[in-house]
Nanobody
Framework: QVQVEESGGGLVQPGGSLRLSCAAS????????MNWYRQAPGQQRELVAL???????NYADSVKGRFTISRGHAKNTFYLQMNSLKPEDTAVYYC???????????????WGQGTQVTVSS
């Protein structure tokens, strides 16, 4: 059984910073891709940032230069550092990982439960 769990959301003023964490646990053989998504009220879920097993990263245009995705030193942990936050960054943020649990089982998609980020004065 695999679990993916986010933490670190909260309320922050415009211009402030937050760091989100995501930890995957359970029977994990390897993690191919780790992504952060967000969904604002009335909006579709959108990809914010991704990092591959090789360390390549990519970002949505709206967060480039402000957000940084990284792997943690702890195994199966990754982060989203969010700086210069804007009110339009307000959303529920979800971590996602494509995980392989067994040599004979295809990779599968795993989602966290989401963490609320609110940017407001």
């Amino acid at each position: 059984q695999v679990q993916v769990e986010e933490s670190g959301g909260g309320l922050v003023q415009p211009g402030g910073s937050l760091r989100l964490s995501c930890a995957a646990s359970g029977n994990i053989l390897s993690i191919n891709t780790m992504n952060w998504y967000r969904q604002a009220p009335g909006q579709q879920r959108e990809l914010v940032a991704l990092i591959t097993s090789g360390g390549s990263t990519n970002y949505a245009d709206s967060v480039k230069g402000r957000f940084t995705i990284s792997r943690g030193h702890a195994k199966n942990t990754f982060y989203l550092q969010m700086n210069s936050l804007k009110p339009e960054d307000t959303a529920v943020y979800y971590c996602y990982a494509k995980i392989k649990t067994d040599l004979w089982v295809p990779t599968a998609d795993y989602w966290g439960q989401g963490t609320q980020v609110t940017v407001s004065s």
